[in-house]
Protein backbone atom coordinates (compact mmCIF):
# COMPACT_ATOMS: atom_id res chain seq x y z
CA UNK A 1 0.00 0.00 0.00
CA UNK A 2 1.79 2.89 -1.36
CA UNK A 3 -1.37 5.85 0.04
CA UNK A 4 0.14 8.72 1.97
CA UNK A 5 -2.06 10.32 4.63
CA UNK A 6 -2.27 14.17 3.83
CA UNK A 7 -2.36 17.12 6.91
CA UNK A 8 -5.85 17.94 4.28
CA UNK A 9 -7.04 14.46 5.33
CA UNK A 10 -6.63 14.27 9.15
CA UNK A 11 -8.16 17.89 8.89
CA UNK A 12 -10.96 16.37 7.53
CA UNK A 13 -10.99 13.56 9.80
CA UNK A 14 -10.70 15.37 12.63
CA UNK A 15 -13.46 18.13 11.27
CA UNK A 16 -16.10 15.85 9.69
CA UNK A 17 -15.40 12.43 11.29
CA UNK A 18 -15.40 10.66 8.00
CA UNK A 19 -13.06 11.49 4.76
CA UNK A 20 -12.65 10.02 1.32
CA UNK A 21 -9.40 8.49 0.57
CA UNK A 22 -9.05 7.40 -3.21
CA UNK A 23 -7.20 4.33 -4.47
CA UNK A 24 -6.04 3.28 -0.81
CA UNK A 25 -6.05 -0.77 -2.06
CA UNK A 26 -4.41 -1.62 -5.23
CA UNK A 27 -5.17 -4.55 -7.26
CA UNK A 28 -3.58 -7.06 -5.83
CA UNK A 29 -4.98 -7.06 -2.05
CA UNK A 30 -8.34 -5.96 -4.19
CA UNK A 31 -8.05 -9.64 -5.62
CA UNK A 32 -7.62 -11.56 -2.30
CA UNK A 33 -10.24 -9.80 -0.62
CA UNK A 34 -12.74 -10.14 -3.22
CA UNK A 35 -11.44 -14.43 -3.35
CA UNK A 36 -11.57 -14.31 0.83
CA UNK A 37 -15.43 -12.72 0.37
CA UNK A 38 -16.80 -15.69 -1.98
CA UNK A 39 -15.36 -18.10 0.15
CA UNK A 40 -16.98 -16.75 3.48
CA UNK A 41 -20.19 -16.45 1.57
CA UNK A 42 -20.22 -20.02 0.57
CA UNK A 43 -18.93 -21.09 3.96
CA UNK A 44 -19.85 -18.24 6.59
CA UNK A 45 -16.93 -18.30 9.61
CA UNK A 46 -19.14 -18.56 13.01
CA UNK A 47 -19.97 -15.14 13.58
CA UNK A 48 -22.18 -14.66 10.20
CA UNK A 49 -25.13 -12.91 10.75
CA UNK A 50 -27.52 -12.30 7.37
CA UNK A 51 -29.32 -9.12 7.95
CA UNK A 52 -33.75 -8.68 7.56
CA UNK A 53 -34.18 -8.61 3.75
CA UNK A 54 -37.55 -7.05 2.03
CA UNK A 55 -38.23 -8.99 -1.28
CA UNK A 56 -35.67 -10.23 -3.48
CA UNK A 57 -31.52 -9.77 -2.87
CA UNK A 58 -29.42 -11.07 0.20
CA UNK A 59 -27.67 -9.16 2.68
CA UNK A 60 -24.59 -11.05 3.94
CA UNK A 61 -22.23 -10.12 7.24
CA UNK A 62 -19.86 -11.28 9.20
CA UNK A 63 -17.01 -10.56 11.72
CA UNK A 64 -13.70 -11.54 13.01
CA UNK A 65 -13.17 -13.27 10.28
CA UNK A 66 -9.49 -12.23 10.47
CA UNK A 67 -9.53 -15.44 12.84
CA UNK A 68 -10.77 -18.03 10.34
CA UNK A 69 -9.56 -16.68 6.88
CA UNK A 70 -5.37 -16.08 6.00
CA UNK A 71 -6.33 -13.20 3.33
CA UNK A 72 -8.40 -10.98 5.55
CA UNK A 73 -5.90 -11.54 8.44
CA UNK A 74 -3.03 -10.70 6.52
CA UNK A 75 -4.85 -7.78 5.00
CA UNK A 76 -6.01 -6.47 8.68
CA UNK A 77 -2.46 -6.71 9.76
CA UNK A 78 -0.16 -6.70 6.73
CA UNK A 79 -2.05 -3.89 4.07
CA UNK A 80 -0.40 -0.33 5.59
CA UNK A 81 -4.05 0.08 7.06
CA UNK A 82 -2.37 0.10 10.70
CA UNK A 83 0.67 2.72 10.11
CA UNK A 84 -2.39 5.17 8.18
CA UNK A 85 -4.75 4.34 11.78
CA UNK A 86 -1.49 5.60 13.60
CA UNK A 87 -1.53 8.53 11.38
CA UNK A 88 -4.72 9.38 12.29
CA UNK A 89 -4.35 8.60 16.10
CA UNK A 90 -1.14 10.70 16.27
CA UNK A 91 -0.66 7.62 17.77
CA UNK A 92 2.49 5.04 19.00
CA UNK A 93 0.58 1.83 18.64
CA UNK A 94 -2.34 0.36 17.20
CA UNK A 95 -4.40 -2.65 18.13
CA UNK A 96 -6.87 -4.36 16.10
CA UNK A 97 -10.40 -4.46 16.99
CA UNK A 98 -11.94 -6.27 14.54
CA UNK A 99 -13.14 -6.54 11.17
CA UNK A 100 -16.49 -6.91 9.59
CA UNK A 101 -18.21 -7.56 6.17
CA UNK A 102 -21.17 -6.61 4.36
CA UNK A 103 -22.46 -7.78 1.25
CA UNK A 104 -25.79 -5.88 -0.53
CA UNK A 105 -26.06 -8.53 -3.59
CA UNK A 106 -28.12 -6.49 -6.17
CA UNK A 107 -32.16 -6.14 -5.43
CA UNK A 108 -31.24 -5.98 -1.46
CA UNK A 109 -33.63 -3.06 -1.49
CA UNK A 110 -33.12 -2.84 2.74
CA UNK A 111 -31.16 0.09 3.54
CA UNK A 112 -28.52 0.01 6.69
CA UNK A 113 -30.19 2.17 9.73
CA UNK A 114 -28.90 5.22 11.19
CA UNK A 115 -26.15 4.43 14.10
CA UNK A 116 -22.89 5.59 15.55
CA UNK A 117 -20.43 2.33 15.81
CA UNK A 118 -18.78 2.72 19.40
CA UNK A 119 -21.94 2.10 21.76
CA UNK A 120 -22.09 -1.34 20.00
CA UNK A 121 -18.21 -2.16 21.26
CA UNK A 122 -16.41 -3.03 24.21
CA UNK A 123 -14.01 0.46 24.24
CA UNK A 124 -13.43 3.33 25.07
CA UNK A 125 -11.42 5.83 24.22
CA UNK A 126 -11.38 8.45 21.38
CA UNK A 127 -8.89 6.57 18.65
CA UNK A 128 -11.13 4.20 17.65
CA UNK A 129 -11.66 4.17 13.96
CA UNK A 130 -12.74 2.23 11.07
CA UNK A 131 -11.66 1.67 7.26
CA UNK A 132 -14.44 1.04 5.00
CA UNK A 133 -12.97 -0.72 1.49
CA UNK A 134 -15.43 -0.75 -1.47
CA UNK A 135 -14.83 -3.61 -3.48
CA UNK A 136 -17.49 -2.32 -6.01
CA UNK A 137 -18.40 0.89 -7.59
CA UNK A 138 -20.49 2.38 -4.86
CA UNK A 139 -22.98 5.15 -5.85
CA UNK A 140 -26.54 6.40 -4.04
CA UNK A 141 -28.39 3.37 -6.29
CA UNK A 142 -26.27 0.79 -5.54
CA UNK A 143 -25.64 1.40 -1.00
CA UNK A 144 -23.27 4.17 -0.47
CA UNK A 145 -22.35 5.12 3.21
CA UNK A 146 -23.65 8.45 4.47
CA UNK A 147 -22.31 10.46 7.57
CA UNK A 148 -23.76 13.37 9.58
CA UNK A 149 -20.62 15.66 9.15
CA UNK A 150 -19.26 16.51 12.53
CA UNK A 151 -21.52 14.47 14.16
CA UNK A 152 -18.74 12.31 16.26
CA UNK A 153 -18.19 15.84 18.71
CA UNK A 154 -21.59 15.57 19.46
CA UNK A 155 -20.68 13.40 22.87
CA UNK A 156 -23.93 11.43 22.35
CA UNK A 157 -24.30 7.81 22.53
CA UNK A 158 -27.13 5.82 20.78
CA UNK A 159 -28.96 2.76 21.82
CA UNK A 160 -28.05 -0.26 19.68
CA UNK A 161 -30.46 -1.97 17.83
CA UNK A 162 -30.28 -5.50 15.71
CA UNK A 163 -29.90 -5.14 12.12
CA UNK A 164 -30.84 -8.53 11.79
CA UNK A 165 -32.45 -11.68 13.82
CA UNK A 166 -29.05 -13.35 15.44
CA UNK A 167 -27.71 -13.95 18.25
CA UNK A 168 -25.20 -12.09 17.04
CA UNK A 169 -27.48 -9.04 16.29
CA UNK A 170 -29.10 -8.93 20.25
CA UNK A 171 -28.06 -6.11 22.81
CA UNK A 172 -28.79 -4.94 26.31
CA UNK A 173 -30.42 -1.60 27.29
CA UNK A 174 -28.47 1.16 28.41
CA UNK A 175 -29.45 3.62 30.51
CA UNK A 176 -26.68 6.26 29.61
CA UNK A 177 -27.74 5.90 25.47
CA UNK A 178 -30.62 7.73 23.73
CA UNK A 179 -32.49 6.61 21.00
CA UNK A 180 -31.60 7.43 17.32
CA UNK A 181 -33.54 10.46 16.06
CA UNK A 182 -34.97 9.87 12.60
CA UNK A 183 -32.67 11.13 10.60
CA UNK A 184 -34.83 10.33 7.25
CA UNK A 185 -37.57 12.09 8.26
CA UNK A 186 -35.58 15.39 8.61
CA UNK A 187 -33.08 15.45 6.85
CA UNK A 188 -32.62 18.93 5.86
CA UNK A 189 -31.54 19.54 9.34
CA UNK A 190 -28.20 17.42 9.03
CA UNK A 191 -25.29 18.35 7.20
CA UNK A 192 -25.42 14.97 5.52
CA UNK A 193 -21.81 13.80 3.51
CA UNK A 194 -21.73 10.90 1.22
CA UNK A 195 -19.48 10.07 -1.39
CA UNK A 196 -19.42 7.46 -4.95
CA UNK A 197 -16.76 4.96 -4.51
CA UNK A 198 -14.52 2.89 -7.07
CA UNK A 199 -12.80 -0.31 -6.07
CA UNK A 200 -10.24 0.60 -3.64
CA UNK A 201 -11.18 3.80 -2.52
CA UNK A 202 -11.65 3.73 1.25
CA UNK A 203 -14.06 5.99 3.66
CA UNK A 204 -11.79 6.86 7.33
CA UNK A 205 -14.09 7.18 10.07
CA UNK A 206 -14.72 8.00 13.43
CA UNK A 207 -16.43 5.92 15.95
CA UNK A 208 -18.69 8.31 16.93
CA UNK A 209 -19.61 9.21 13.67
CA UNK A 210 -22.84 8.70 12.85
CA UNK A 211 -23.94 7.15 9.72
CA UNK A 212 -25.62 4.42 7.47
CA UNK A 213 -26.84 3.76 3.99
CA UNK A 214 -29.13 3.06 0.77
CA UNK A 215 -30.28 -0.78 -0.41
CA UNK A 216 -28.42 -1.87 -3.36
CA UNK A 217 -31.61 -0.80 -6.24
CA UNK A 218 -29.47 -2.38 -8.88
CA UNK A 219 -30.14 -5.64 -10.09
CA UNK A 220 -26.78 -5.52 -11.86
CA UNK A 221 -24.04 -4.26 -9.66
CA UNK A 222 -23.27 -5.65 -6.05
CA UNK A 223 -22.28 -3.58 -3.08
CA UNK A 224 -19.20 -5.56 -1.43
CA UNK A 225 -18.23 -2.99 1.58
CA UNK A 226 -15.36 -4.66 3.88
CA UNK A 227 -14.42 -2.98 7.10
CA UNK A 228 -11.31 -3.14 9.50
CA UNK A 229 -11.65 -1.82 13.20
CA UNK A 230 -8.54 -0.08 14.46
CA UNK A 231 -7.37 1.13 18.02
CA UNK A 232 -4.79 3.43 19.36
CA UNK A 233 -2.95 4.60 22.46
CA UNK A 234 -5.84 5.47 24.65
CA UNK A 235 -8.38 2.78 23.86
CA UNK A 236 -9.27 0.65 26.96
CA UNK A 237 -11.82 -2.31 27.59
CA UNK A 238 -15.19 -1.55 28.44
CA UNK A 239 -17.59 -4.34 28.71
CA UNK A 240 -20.61 -1.80 29.26
CA UNK A 241 -24.35 -2.69 28.82
CA UNK A 242 -25.09 -2.45 25.41
CA UNK A 243 -21.63 -3.92 23.44
CA UNK A 244 -21.83 -6.77 21.62
CA UNK A 245 -20.53 -10.17 23.90
CA UNK A 246 -19.27 -11.28 20.33
CA UNK A 247 -16.76 -8.60 21.13
CA UNK A 248 -15.87 -9.18 24.42
CA UNK A 249 -12.45 -10.82 25.80
CA UNK A 250 -11.82 -13.45 27.60
CA UNK A 251 -9.08 -12.44 30.54
CA UNK A 252 -9.71 -8.34 30.23
CA UNK A 253 -10.72 -6.32 33.10
CA UNK A 254 -12.73 -2.93 32.74
CA UNK A 255 -9.96 -0.29 32.16
CA UNK A 256 -7.65 -2.74 30.40
CA UNK A 257 -5.06 -1.31 27.52
CA UNK A 258 -6.64 -3.72 24.44
CA UNK A 259 -4.07 -5.81 24.56
CA UNK A 260 -4.95 -9.48 23.74
CA UNK A 261 -5.45 -12.42 21.32
CA UNK A 262 -8.64 -11.16 20.30
CA UNK A 263 -7.42 -7.40 20.18
CA UNK A 264 -3.69 -8.11 19.29
CA UNK A 265 -0.99 -4.95 18.59
CA UNK A 266 -0.63 -4.47 14.68
CA UNK A 267 1.39 -1.72 14.52
CA UNK A 268 4.35 0.12 16.71
CA UNK A 269 6.18 3.79 16.40
CA UNK A 270 9.70 3.81 16.85
CA UNK A 271 9.07 5.22 20.92
CA UNK A 272 6.51 2.38 21.71
CA UNK A 273 9.17 -0.01 19.95
CA UNK A 274 11.86 1.11 21.74
CA UNK A 275 10.31 1.23 25.35
Known sequence: MTYRVTPADIESYD???AVLLKGVVGPE??????????????TPGPFFHS????????????????????DFRAYCFESGLPKLAARFFGASRVNLLYDQLFVKEPGTAQP???????????VRGWQVMS????????????????????????DRWFQPEAFGKTEVNT??????????????????DYDIVAWDMEPG????????????????????VRRRGYTVRYTGDDARFDPRPGTAKALWADGLKEGDRMDCDLY??????EAASAA
Not at 30 to 41: G, H, P
Not at 59 to 66: A, E, P, V
Not at 171 to 188: C, K, L, Q, S, V
Open 15 to 17: RDG
Open 29 to 42: WLDRVAAAIERDIE
Open 51 to 70: YDTEGKGRFHGNLRIWQTDP
Open 112 to 122: TRWHNDQPYWP
Open 131 to 154: FWLALDPTTAENGRLEFVRGSHRW
Open 171 to 188: YDENPDYETMPDIDAARG
Open 201 to 220: DVIAFHALAVHGAGGNLRDD
Open 264 to 269: PVVWRG
